[in-house]
Every structure is written in structure tokens, then in C-alpha cells.
């Protein structure tokens, strides 16, 4: 068995021993027929008695939870156990023949309940199961919450942000400086480590202002759903862009005073 988006090496050192255990599971169990066959199908379960298991020979079989594809199975992996324990469980199916041997849920018990030994392997296959899974969905929530986000360049003089233009990303200036310019005059610097253009994502409004480097610049851009996710599950992050923002509020101010004193 394996995950459909690439999974780590502890995964697979856990799916490796999952295949040895299924062995030594159905090994001392006598299957309930004889090995068949299943063309290409979309629920390889439609015609299987409810308390059976089925033990994939020869083929992969893919796994959907909810419409998406999680896992591949392959030869020796044991499918259906959720659901011959009255469990919810998704859908097998196959794009290619694949031949499977079934075993009856009750002859699997009956095993377990006449050999400690037996029973033990069983223990061992559900502990191994429950880990491979927790890693899969740490996996999963690690690449659901990390966002995709790209490095861009910039040389100095170069526009980076421009006002008016639909807000669609978020920025995180790593290295060089940067000037806001509204209307053709310079009302803040951005330096180094320091987040900007979250303002419009926020307020849905065309950029207020422009952003020009002021020296060449590396930037980390984020489109804004996965900056808006991002910070739904990190909200500390929201927390720095406000202090950020207040700061620069009370720059704005003292620069607006400043002119006003000037022009009286």
C-alpha cells in the first residue's frame, strides 16, 4: 500500500511490515473460495457478502474517500476490514483485471479467539495500521496549511506592486528595501522580513498604493485564498500584520501633521 502523493520513508517502513503481517494474518486461515478475477470496476465490493475481507493477488487497486483518490493497494495488502466490521469505509476500484482471493470476517475471529499468537499478529497489523494512518493525515494537514508560495526578484526602480491593480497576492520582502508610493509620493519604506500588500486582500479594494524597490529585492509572494487560509490556522501572523499596520498608521499621522504644521 501507498499513498497517491508522495509519502515519507517512515511510511513506507510501516507499509513494508503491514504486507509481512497480512502474511502471517491470512496464512493460517483458509480462504473462503477460490482465487477470482474482477475487470476494470468502479466498486470492487458491489457483489461481496458483507463479512468478507478480500486479499488482493496480483493488480493495484485505488482507494477514493469522498470522491478523492488516497491510497494504491498491491498484491498481499487486505482490503474491506472497516466495512466487514460495520465501519464506514470508501471505495476500492481498479482500471485494470485483478484477481483476489475473499476470506470470511468469522473464520479470521474464530482464529484469533483459539491462537494468542494468532492474536498478537492481529494486534500488531491495527497498531501498524492506526500509526501508518496518523502519518498520512499529518501529512496531509501539513500540505493543506503550507501554501505554495513563490520567490520573485526584483531590481531597483522595478514597480513590484502597482496602484489600482486587483489585489491577488501577499508579500514578504526577504531581502533588500522597498519605498509605498500613493499618488507619486512616498509614504512608507518596507524593509527586510517585513510583511505588505495584505491590506487590499483584506478589504477587497484595489491596491491603494504602489510598491517601487529601492534596491535590488528577493520576495516571497503567496496567492491571497492561501494567505486568508494561512491565517485562519496561524492567526499569531494576524497579530504581527496589525501591530505592522498600526505602526505604520501613526507614521501616516505624524507625516500628515508635519504638513499641515508646514502649511500654516
Known amino acids: 500500500?501507498?499513498?497517491?502523493?508522495?509519502?515519507?520513508?517512515?511510511?513506507?517502513e510501516l507499509a513494508a511490515k503491514l504486507a509481512a503481517l497480512t502474511e502471517l494474518i491470512c496464512a493460517p486461515v483458509a480462504p473462503a473460495d477460490a482465487p477470482f478475477q474482477v475487470a476494470a470496476s468502479d466498486d470492487l465490493f458491489?457483489?461481496?457478502?458483507?463479512?468478507?475481507?478480500?486479499?488482493?493477488?496480483?493488480?493495484?487497486?485505488?482507494?477514493?474517500?469522498?470522491?478523492?483518490?488516497?491510497?494504491?493497494?498491491?498484491?498481499?495488502?487486505?482490503?474491506?476490514?472497516?466495512?466487514a466490521l460495520n465501519l464506514p469505509q470508501g471505495q476500492f476500484s481498479c482500471s485494470q483485471p485483478v484477481e483476489l482471493?475473499?476470506?470470511?470476517?468469522?473464520?479470521?475471529?474464530?482464529?484469533?479467539?483459539?491462537?494468542?499468537?494468532?492474536?498478537r499478529n492481529w494486534t500488531h497489523y491495527l497498531v501498524c495500521s492506526s500509526s501508518y494512518f496518523e502519518q498520512?493525515?499529518?501529512?496531509?494537514?501539513?500540505?493543506?496549511?503550507?501554501?505554495?508560495?513563490?520567490?520573485?526578484?526584483?531590481?531597483?526602480?522595478?514597480?513590484?506592486?502597482?496602484?489600482g491593480d486587483t489585489a491577488d497576492r501577499v508579500y514578504t520582502l526577504l531581502e533588500g528595501s522597498a519605498d509605498a508610493v500613493c499618488d507619486g509620493v512616498t509614504v512608507g519604506q518596507i524593509h527586510a522580513n517585513e510583511i505588505f500588500g495584505a491590506l487590499a486582500v483584506f478589504t477587497r479594494q484595489p491596491r491603494m498604493?504602489?510598491?517601487?524597490?529601492?534596491?535590488?529585492?528577493?520576495?516571497?509572494?503567496?496567492?491571497?485564498?492561501?494567505?486568508?487560509?494561512?491565517?485562519?490556522?496561524?492567526?499569531?501572523?494576524?497579530?504581527?500584520?496589525?501591530?505592522e499596520m498600526a505602526a505604520k498608521i501613526n507614521q501616516l499621522n505624524g507625516q500628515l501633521l508635519q504638513l499641515k504644521s508646514s502649511e500654516s
Open 1 to 12: 500500500m501507498y499513498l497517491s502523493t508522495k509519502q515519507s520513508e517512515l511510511m513506507s
Open 46 to 83: 458491489v457483489d461481496i457478502a458483507p463479512n468478507r475481507l478480500l486479499r488482493l493477488v496480483e493488480g493495484r487497486v485505488d482507494y477514493h474517500l469522498h470522491g478523492k483518490l488516497v491510497m494504491h493497494f498491491e498484491a498481499g495488502d487486505l482490503l474491506g476490514l472497516a466495512r
Open 101 to 119: 482471493l475473499a476470506y470470511e470476517r468469522d473464520a479470521l475471529v474464530e482464529q484469533a479467539n483459539n491462537d494468542l499468537k494468532y492474536l
Open 136 to 163: 498520512a493525515m499529518s501529512q496531509e494537514l501539513r500540505g493543506e496549511f503550507q501554501p505554495s508560495a513563490g520567490f520573485l526578484h526584483f531590481h531597483s526602480g522595478e514597480i513590484i506592486i502597482r496602484q
Open 209 to 243: 498604493a504602489s510598491v517601487v524597490a529601492t534596491s535590488d529585492c528577493t520576495l516571497l509572494a503567496v496567492r491571497k485564498e492561501e494567505f486568508i487560509t494561512l491565517i485562519e490556522h496561524q492567526p499569531q501572523i494576524c497579530m504581527g500584520l496589525i501591530e
